[in-house]
């Protein structure tokens, strides 16, 4: 039974490390995840039949069990499944000899397994779920975003200290008699401070991801600032050149009208009134900054063929800085676009709702097909997720920062697929830093 519930133990590590450290989705079909669990069962009914505890066995179910649970690449799996087995036994080494120090009292000889390895099992899991709660969850960064490098590193940091741990303990338990309970709460110290060490490079891996989010958001923010600046450039350059070839417009107009062709001055009149009409914003949302943006992406959609209507005007300006706004509704409306794009019949619409008390914006977009996630949250569908899906998280950031709320949704409206945003923002704020 002991060989069993050791199997247990270690299959659940690996299903938590797996989906709540590398984001992996177990599959679908429950055929898939009865045979896992029978892998796993059967390994340990294998190993209790022969009284083993065989390093191939487990290798095989570890790696068959994990392809089995989860949705990815085998090649992924397998590669994945390899490096838990090796850091994991690390962490095992760790708590076996803090469990074997602290109740026992110093080293066990001899590699059965015992009622002490499963208390290290269950105190190996706790390490895993501080790591996730106080590390993981709650920077938004998983053990399938840090760099390479540090997954690396962890590996060969966790080796080195498994190497010098095993040569202490062996000489410890071989020498209990020159060496008394201050040798060994050193090396329980020690032990602490090599799980510690663990803590602080997964920190430092999580800042890098977190500084790299940052600059990309950073250089996103500029680059959709450039976009707007460009747009108004050429706004202006287009208004120069009118405000240039004015004079000879009325010079036109005034030798038709001499000439009494009323009907020849009429129409070039028309096609000057036509011509600053390109200049004029298309959209006034109450807001002069708001505006820039709007029409700006009101401009993109008219290009790409896209349906764009905006209703709503507010009687005051919105309680965001530039920055902010800019972040915000370049967001909302960049994924609008992108999305209504791909769609059958790509539109968008835009709405301003001003309470006494909030301000309501609502933007929803066609989409090709439903969008699936989680409510309220819904994840990138670009391939490239490493470098896309800021888009809502800065959305959700600028929310945050004054205090609104928002809720997504993916719907299914007269046989056409629909995502839509609802935010609300107080109007009289104090900026949450």
């Given amino acids: 039974m002991i060989y069993i519930t050791d199997n247990l133990f270690n299959y659940f590590i690996y299903l938590f490390l797996c989906h709540f450290g590398f984001r992996l989705s177990p599959r679908k079909p429950p055929f898939f995840l009865a045979a896992s669990a029978f892998t796993m069962l059967l390994a340990g009914a294998f190993n209790a039949y022969f009284d083993i505890n065989s390093p191939i066995v ?28 090796y850091f994991t036994g690390i962490m095992d080494t760790f708590t076996v000899m803090l469990v074997q120090i602290v109740l026992v009292g110093g080293g066990i000889a001899g590699t059965d397994i015992t009622w002490w390895m499963e208390s290290a099992y269950m105190l190996s899991f706790l390490v ?83 500084s790299d989010r940052q600059n990309k958001e950073l250089q996103s923010f500029m680059e959709m600032q450039k976009q707007q600046y460009d747009y108004q450039l050429r706004q202006s350059a287009a208004i120069r050149r009118f405000r240039h070839d004015l004079v000879n417009h009325m010079g036109v107009l005034k ?49 790409e063929k896209i349906d764009l209507a905006f209703s709503g005007k507010l009687t005051e300006k919105m309680p965001l800085d530039m920055v902010d706004l800019t972040s915000l509704m370049g967001n909302i409306l960049q994924n609008a676009l992108e999305a209504a794009g ?66 997504i949704d993916s719907i299914t409206e007269n046989g056409e697929n629909i995502f839509q945003i609802r935010i609300s923002i107080p109007r009289e704020n104090r900026v949450c830093k």
């Fill in 58 to 85: 487990y290798m095989i179910w570890s790696v068959l069990s994990i392809s089995l649970f989860f949705e990815s690449s085998l090649l992924h799996l397998i590669i994945l499944s390899m490096a838990l087995m």
């Fill in 342 to 407: 791909k769609a059958a019949a790509p539109r968008i619409r835009m709405e301003l709702v001003e309470h006494q008390k909030e301000i309501f914006i609502l933007v929803s977009n066609s989409v090709r097909e439903p969008i699936q996630g989680k409510r309220g949250f819904f994840p990138t569908t670009k391939r490239d997720k490493e470098n896309h899906g800021f888009g809502m998280k800065n959305i959700a950031a600028a929310v945050k920062k004054y205090h609104g709320e928002y809720y």
């Fill in 255 to 303: 030798e038709l009208l001499a000439r009494k062709k009323t009907e020849e001055a009429r129409d070039y009149i028309d096609k000057i009134w036509n011509m600053q009409a390109d200049f004029d914003l298309k959209i006034h949302t109450g807001d002069s900054f708001l505006d820039v943006i709007v029409n700006y992406y009101f401009y993109l959609a008219k290009k």
């Fill in 128 to 210: 895993y779920v501080l790591i996730y709660i106080k590390l993981l969850r709650k920077n938004e960064v998983y053990l399938c975003d840090i760099g390479l490098a540090y997954k690396l590193a962890l590996l060969i940091q966790g080796g080195i200290f498994q190497t010098f741990y095993n040569y202490v303990f062996i000489f410890f338990d071989e020498n209990q008699a020159r060496y008394g309970w201050d040798a060994y709460a050193v090396f329980f110290v020690s032990i602490v401070g090599a799980i510690y060490s663990i803590f602080l490079t997964l920190s430092l891996a999580i800042k890098n991801v977190l």
